[in-house]
């Protein structure tokens, strides 16, 4: 291989400053996070706040912990334009647990969940749906409304080819598709959603991109996700959720699986994953710091149009890169794409990418190839130094 030292790119230690020891980690999550709040994280676990007791102490009962809740059920409103009549709920067992959650709670005997299966995530969905309503034998079923298998899930739908059933109770989307990188976008890069039968509403698996830009929560019955990607920490879930759903969801399940009880109690029936909560408060406040989501969504787009520049320069017949998704339907949040030369091609990038302090590029294992997760965190200069280093790579091996 060319040594490094060779090529134009700028150094590692020039890009974060001398000194640091961090990488650009591009990894899907959990991922990176804001420099300024580890610092805060890591002052926090001594003393929180002039207690003299740290964050992973507290307790969960305590007038702190009180103050935290009260502050993040008020951010995560302010910041993300969250209407009144919906809930705000941290719990556990991460986006996958929802796919039993939702139906447990929101799909009442005899009704249909429609599912559109856009991804790896959105297909777990659709089968742990499908395995509920199977054992919970309610008569309820689940109904696949489009499945993109056919072109490895590149594309996403436009309303003309999704079939719902009759009369779903709701309809079930992943608004970012982390694996395969594509992302619903209207023409101007902007949130976009399926057209949902009268009377169905819309969930959505938000866990990859939730936060990245204004959106107009009111739009959906309920939306959720691990924290661990765009809004802090691994350890809890968010759920957005109408409250008239909550009121009208079932109550014949176990306890800890209701939404009414999270929303009476705070979030907290038992101990909570305090930690990770109190990230997602703090994630909150930095993207408030930075501008709020509308800031958020244009330097999202900024930083992901880098990296698929870079790659277009050298992608088409005969070009070195292929991109995954189709154009109209690439992510902001994870960009897919693969050497034409193939897996060991792959992995020179990423050996070389880590040789220049960029980490965590190795695509998921079902897809192979590369993959660049962007989330709020990453900084601007990250991207462009990933963009310098695809152009260089394809100018070195090309
Ligand atoms: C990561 C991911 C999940 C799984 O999240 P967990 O919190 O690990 O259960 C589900 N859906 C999407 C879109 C994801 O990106």
């Keep these: 291989?060319?040594?490094?030292?060779?090529?134009?790119?700028?150094?590692?230690?020039?890009?974060?400053?001398?000194?640091?020891?961090?990488?650009?980690?591009?990894?899907?999550?959990?991922?990176?996070?804001?420099?300024?709040?580890?610092?805060?994280?890591?002052?926090?676990?001594?003393?929180?706040?002039?207690?003299?007791?740290?964050?992973?102490?507290?307790?969960?009962?305590?007038?702190?912990?009180?103050?935290?809740?009260?502050?993040?059920?008020?951010?995560?409103?302010?910041?993300g334009n969250i209407p009144a009549d919906y809930d705000v709920l941290?719990?556990?067992?991460?986006?996958?647990?929802?796919?039993?959650?939702?139906?447990a709670n929101l799909l009442p005997e005899g009704a249909t969940a429609d599912h559109i299966v856009t991804g790896h995530w959105a297909q777990g969905s659709f089968d742990d749906a499908k395995q509920y309503t199977s054992c919970h034998n309610s008569g309820a079923t689940v109904h696949s409304a489009y499945h993109g298998g056919g072109d490895k899930f590149a594309h996403l739908p436009a309303d003309s080819e999704i079939c719902y059933s009759k009369?779903?109770?709701?309809?079930?989307?992943?608004?970012?598709?982390?694996?395969?990188?594509?992302?619903?976008?209207?023409?101007?890069?902007?949130?976009?959603?399926?057209?949902?039968?009268a009377g169905a509403f819309l969930v959505s698996d938000g866990c990859s991109d939730f936060f990245w830009d204004e959106m107009d929560v009111s739009k959906f019955g309920l939306i959720y996700g691990g924290a661990q990607k765009n809004m802090g920490t691994a350890g809890t879930t968010f759920v957005i959720v109408r409250k008239d759903l909550v009121a009208r969801a079932s109550k014949a399940i176990p306890r800890m699986l209701q939404y009414g009880l999270f929303?009476?109690?705070?979030?907290?029936?038992?101990?909570?994953?305090?930690?990770?909560?109190?990230?997602?408060?703090?994630?909150?406040?930095?993207?408030?710091?930075?501008?709020?989501?509308?800031?958020?969504?244009?330097?999202n787009r900024m930083k992901a149009g880098l990296i698929y520049d870079a790659l277009d320069r050298h992608a088409g017949t005969g070009g070195f890169?292929?991109?995954?998704?189709?154009?109209?339907?690439?992510?902001?949040?994870?960009?897919?794409?693969?050497?034409?030369?193939?897996?060991?091609?792959?992995?020179?990038?990423?050996?070389?990418a880590r040789e220049h302090?960029?980490?965590?590029?190795?695509?998921?294992?079902?897809?192979?190839?590369?993959?660049?997760?962007?989330?709020?965190?990453?900084?601007?200069?990250?991207?462009?130094?990933?963009?310098?280093?695809?152009?260089?790579?394809?100018r070195r091996k090309g």
């Design 90 to 103: 941290f719990m556990t067992g991460g986006a996958t647990s929802q796919n039993y959650i939702v139906p």
């Design 321 to 352: 890169y292929l991109p995954h998704a189709a154009k109209a339907d690439r992510s902001m949040m994870n960009i897919t794409f693969k050497c034409a030369a193939g897996p060991a091609m792959d992995d020179a990038f990423v050996a070389g």
């Design 263 to 299: 929303s009476k109690e705070e979030s907290r029936p038992n101990t909570p994953p305090m930690f990770a909560i109190y990230t997602v408060g703090l994630m909150v406040k930095w993207v408030r710091s930075q501008g709020g989501l509308k800031a958020m969504g244009q330097r």
């Design 167 to 197: 009369s779903p109770a709701y309809v079930h989307m992943t608004s970012n598709n982390t694996l395969y990188g594509t992302q619903w976008l209207d023409a101007q890069g902007r949130t976009r959603l399926p057209n949902v039968p």
């Design 357 to 394: 302090g960029m980490d965590v590029l190795k695509g998921h294992r079902m897809t192979g190839g590369m993959r660049a997760s962007t989330y709020n965190a990453m900084p601007v200069e990250g991207c462009r130094a990933l963009a310098e280093f695809i152009d260089d790579f394809a």
């Design 1 to 79: 291989m060319t040594p490094t030292t060779a090529s134009a790119l700028t150094s590692q230690a020039a890009a974060r400053g001398s000194g640091s020891t961090r990488v650009y980690n591009f990894g899907a999550g959990p991922s990176t996070l804001p420099e300024e709040m580890i610092r805060q994280i890591q002052s926090d676990i001594y003393d929180y706040a002039g207690t003299g007791m740290g964050i992973l102490e507290l307790s969960h009962r305590g007038k702190e912990y009180d103050a935290i809740v009260a502050e993040i059920d008020r951010d995560v409103r302010s910041v």
